[in-house]
DNA sequence: TGTTTATGCCGAC
DNA sequence: TCGGCCTAAACAC
């Protein structure tokens, strides 16, 4: 699921799923290590939950007559929620992966699934500071940040818009789109950018998380090549996706370790310490 | 059958 | 900067 178009989704599906119902208790999964105490919706009081997302963030927002607060959540590489009934076929199946799971009183139950396990939940009463202002909810204090920072900021802007400080909601994924559509030199410092740049990157970080959003995000498996190429398994966000991934696209690693995917028209600015790494450079078409 | 890869993030050198 | 956390699917041989 996990970048900032998915999180909008799941606190979408979550809202959608969860208004108007009670909920009576919640647990996590045996072999989950979170260590966060669920006791507070396990008190026999029915409780509401309502989400919204910030950045990568999702945050519920657990009621009951007494009290609200608020559950911090993480999606990992791979959470996500799914609603299913006990009499599901592939019960069994889907809440071996499902490790914090809410009952509704209906008896349907709210699962947040997470295969590789890398998602996390904790009570908190604010946003994470880590992690700055979200691009479309917070809209003019991110560029206002971002405006008065740019000067100072040295990094690379293809490792820059990892930064959940400056990008928060910015992917793997969204990097890449990103930098396609605006057609910046990836390796160019943040600091050697204009005004009239920044503005530029910022309109297009915000028109690319929108329309990832409206295109419904989504699964990377379900984008990609060979799929792109089958009008059966065409999804909204395959036709959406211009570069990661693509066989016409080039990559590297990245100084994390992760794929950077870009516009072969780059290949001649890649520093050399990334080529002594795994990368690919395809040619120009 | 073994190896590589995956939308993220943290903590130890 | 690097490995670690995890599982499963896609590759390579």
């Not at 503005?199 to 799929?227: H, S």
Request: proline share 3%.
């Amino acid at each position: 699921m996990p970048e900032w178009a998915e999180l909008r989704i799941t606190s979408d599906f979550v809202n959608k799923t969860s208004v108007g119902k009670g909920f009576i208790k919640a647990e996590k999964s045996d072999v989950s290590k979170v260590k966060t105490d669920l006791s507070f919706m396990n008190m026999n009081r029915p409780f509401t939950i309502t989400a919204e997302s910030r950045g990568k963030e999702l945050r519920l927002s657990i009621s009951d007559q007494k009290e609200s607060k608020y559950l911090l959540m993480f999606m990992g590489m791979s959470g996500g929620f799914a609603l299913i009934s006990p009499k599901y076929k592939d019960y069994d199946k889907v809440m071996k992966h499902s490790h914090l799971r809410f009952y509704r009183e209906d008896g349907m139950i709210l699962c947040f699934h997470d295969v590789r396990r890398f998602g996390k939940w904790k009570w908190a009463d604010e946003w994470s500071n880590n992690r700055g202002f979200d691009p479309v909810r917070e809209t003019e204090e991110w560029k206002n940040e971002l405006r008065n920072s740019y000067k100072d900021n040295h990094g690379f802007v293809s490792e820059v818009l990892m930064n959940q400080k400056l990008f928060s909601g910015v992917g793997n994924y969204l990097r890449a789109e990103i930098l396609c559509r605006t057609q910046d030199n990836p390796w160019k410092k943040l600091s050697e950018f204009n005004a009239e740049e920044i503005e530029n990157l910022m309109n297009v970080t915000l028109y690319c998380l929108e329309t990832a959003y409206l295109n419904q995000g989504g699964r990377i498996k379900d984008w990609q090549n060979p799929f792109i190429q089958n009008e059966n398994h065409a999804t909204p966000m395959s036709n959406w996706i211009l570069c990661y991934g693509s066989l016409q696209s080039s990559m590297i690693k990245d100084k994390t370790g992760r794929t950077f995917w870009f516009d072969p028209i780059w290949n001649s600015e890649v520093p050399e310490k990334y080529l002594k790494k795994k990368h690919k450079l395809t040619e120009i078409i």
